[in-house]
């Protein structure tokens, strides 16, 4: 039977849902699914893992872990993949995914792919799906035997609610201090933001909002609908948003259940990080702007009149 392990992507003591994510496309393929975890006083974490599907938890628990290092969270990796005989490593779409992913490859000489959309087992081999040049082409990457490390793209897996699995934690030893990188300390979003990699709802602003008072506006619609709030590179190159908000090919992917695109053309570099919205709602006032060809729910209107509008309607809806 084909071994995936996935790691868990934990913040600040929380489960991220790209875990859960991970683990039940590991079930849907028919493997045998385990999950390693690195952190400071995670121990609590091991029955939701083992009921979102791992048969297997490697934990390793130890303050030296707090922070994340690319270093000694490999190695933490690399000792669970040898441990279960891992076939498949999974990370989810995060910065320490893409930053451990290709060191663990290395130390087990295995094969790497990032921000891959889709796995299939067939003839004793494997193959993966990678959206590339902007989306424009799908590649087909074929791994005929060993070992494959991979990132997995935000959203593109679902996490089912049918999945189960067991408990059954294995202690893994801290490792070794990476002695050529030390992090001092992580400087986080702004407290109580909803991470938009996580979030179920994402609105996004772009250059027709304006200015400050324009993404205030929108930030309330946000707020409203506690959703993240996103922006274009046009925002970010203005100095209005700050970039870990840009959405797109040079920002972050996000696949949420509702994308609201307010004030944005549709540009594809923008596109290549929400097309996977399920739902994707825009906002324009020019109804020629591309964003409507990607949108399910177009809306043509000045956003300074729409966005109080929907502010209402949502507010009338929740009454
Ligand atoms: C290599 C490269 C990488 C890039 N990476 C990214 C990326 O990661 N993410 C990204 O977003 N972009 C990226 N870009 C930039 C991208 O090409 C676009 O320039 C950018 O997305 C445009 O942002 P925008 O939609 O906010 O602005 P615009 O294209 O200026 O669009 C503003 C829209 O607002 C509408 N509008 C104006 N006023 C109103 C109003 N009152 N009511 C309603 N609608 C209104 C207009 O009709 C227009 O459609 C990249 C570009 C390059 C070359």
Not at 27 to 49: F, Q, T
Not at 88 to 97: A, C, R, V
Not at 187 to 203: N, T
Request: proline share 4%; glycine share 10%; charged share 20%.
């Amino acid at each position: 039977m084909t071994k995936v392990l996935v790691i868990a992507d934990i913040k600040q003591g929380v489960l991220k849902s790209s875990t859960a994510q991970l683990l039940s496309k590991a079930k849907a393929i028919g493997a045998e699914a385990a999950v390693v975890a690195m952190g400071d006083n995670i121990g609590s974490l091991v029955p939701d893992l083992a009921k979102a599907g791992s048969s297997t938890q490697y934990i390793a628990d130890d303050p030296g872990l707090k922070l994340f290092s690319a270093g000694p969270f490999a190695s933490c990796v690399v000792n669970a993949a040898k441990q279960f005989g891992a076939d498949l490593i999974w990370f989810g779409f995060s910065e320490s995914g893409k930053a451990v992913a290709p060191r663990v490859a290395a130390q087990l000489n295995a094969a790497c792919a990032t921000d891959i959309t889709d796995v299939k087992l067939q003839d004793g081999g494997i193959e993966v799906i990678r959206p590339a040049i902007t989306n424009k082409v799908l590649q087909r990457v074929a791994v005929p035997g060993g070992q494959l490390v991979a990132v997995v793209r935000a959203g593109a897996f679902e996490a089912t609610e049918d999945v189960t699995g067991s408990e059954n934690m294995v202690k893994l030893p801290p490792p070794a201090a990476d002695l050529k990188a030390v992090i001092r300390q992580i400087v986080s979003e702004e407290s109580g933001e909803i991470d938009l990699g996580d979030a179920g709802v994402v609105v996004s602003v772009g250059r027709g909002v304006r200015d400050q008072a324009g993404i205030d506006l929108v930030k309330g619609l946000a707020d409203d609908l506690k959703a993240g709030l996103g922006s274009t590179r046009a925002m970010v190159d203005a100095g209005l948003m700050p970039h870990y908000k840009q959405v797109g090919q040079t920002g972050k992917i996000v696949a949420p259940s509702l994308y609201m695109a307010i004030g944005i053309s549709g540009a594809i570099q923008h596109l290549a990080g929400m097309k996977g919205s399920k739902v994707i709602l825009a906002v324009n006032k020019d109804p020629e702007a591309p964003i409507f060809n990607a949108a399910d729910y177009g809306i043509v209107g000045d956003l300074f009149e729409v966005v109080p509008i929907l502010r209402q309607e949502i507010k009338k809806l929740r009454g």
